[in-house]
Every structure is written in structure tokens, then in C-alpha cells.
């Protein structure tokens, strides 16, 4: 099986590019939604230990969390040091069910893929990329972003040429979503031919 990781910055695209992926019946690991789970169950009492009235009614209040780890390096590594190894641990299980079934390619969608080391976890690595101010014209028309609030999002992501440089295959998403459909069928049909060998790392640790 073929593990693809997936990435990119704030507004370029990347949800986009994950859909049409699914839409070809690929089976798409979303880490933000496995970090969202987490908030409403598993991570729960832990960070409540960690940062005592993040919580509201079992579950995590993201507004109140933020408060506390903001402007904090410490704080978001505490964060992380939680969050992390129960992301690792779900992106696994999704990994071994999909081999079970026999799936030949499957995508772990990870905004910090790059950042938290993750890259080392796939076989391919792809990097939706969009222009400066299409980015910033899509993430500031969203409900409740600021520009304080976007610049420090930016501050803990790779610059975008860096990004870019990394990855096996860069995906233009700063265009229409047609044009980001296009290009994810090429991908994908490049993509059915190779082979993965993350799998068989993981088996030999089991």
C-alpha cells in the first residue's frame, strides 16, 4: 500500500485537494478532524490536568485552551506532547485497516506534516500551494480571522517555498476548484504507479 502525506498551508487549497482525493475513492486520514475528536472525548482529562478550565461539559473548549498556550512556546509543546502520540496512534489504526482491506493508496491528510515530522511516516509527500494574497484573501473571509489571528497560524507553519522544495509533487490550489480537481486526476493516476514501503516498516515493529 502506497501512503501519501498530504499537505499545506492555511487556505491553499488542501481540503479541496483531500475531496477530489476521496471522491476517487481513496480513503483520507484528516488529522484536524482526528484532533477534534480527541477534544470532545479522548484527550479530555488530560489536558484538564495540564491546563486546569480548558474544559466546559467534557469536552474541550478550543477558545479557552487557546488562551492559555498563547504566546507560549512552552505551553503549545505541552499541548502537543499530549495531542500527538493520540493523533500517531489513530493515523496507525486507519493505516493497518485500510491494508487489511487491501486499499493499494491511502492519504494521510496532515497540515504540520512537515513541521511535526511526519513526512517520515509516508511513502510520497504532496504540497498544495496557492499565491500570498489568495491565501490571505481566503483565510480573512472567514468568520471571526483576523490578521493577528492568521500571522501567528503563519508563524507555525513552513514558509511555503520551503514546503514546495520538500515535497515529491506540489499541487497548484491556487486556482478555480476545477483546476485543483484536474490536477489531483493527474496526480492520482501517477500516483497508481508506485509502490509503498511504509507499510512493511510498520510490520516489522509490530
Known sequence: MLVVGLTGGIGMGKSAAA?????????????DACVHRLYDGPAVD????????????????RTLLSEQIAGSPERL???????????????????RQEEAKGTRLAVLEIPLLFETGADARVDVT?????PDDVQRARVLSRPGMTVD???HLLARQLPDAERRARADFVVDGGASLDHIRIEIDRLVES????????????RRQD
Open 149 to 151: 489571528k492568521l500571522e
Open 191 to 202: 500516483l497508481k504507479r508506485r509502490d509503498g514501503r511504509v507499510m512493511e516498516r510498520l
Open 77 to 95: 509543546r505541552q499541548l502537543e506532547q499530549i495531542v500527538h502520540p493520540l493523533v500517531i496512534e489513530a493515523e496507525l489504526d486507519f493505516l
Open 46 to 61: 488530560r489536558i484538564e490536568a495540564t491546563f486546569p478550565g480548558a474544559t466546559r461539559e467534557g469536552r474541550v473548549d
Open 126 to 130: 504532496v504540497a498544495v500551494s496557492a
Open 19 to 31: 475531496a477530489r482525493l476521496a471522491e476517487h475513492g481513496i480513503p483520507v486520514f484528516d488529522a
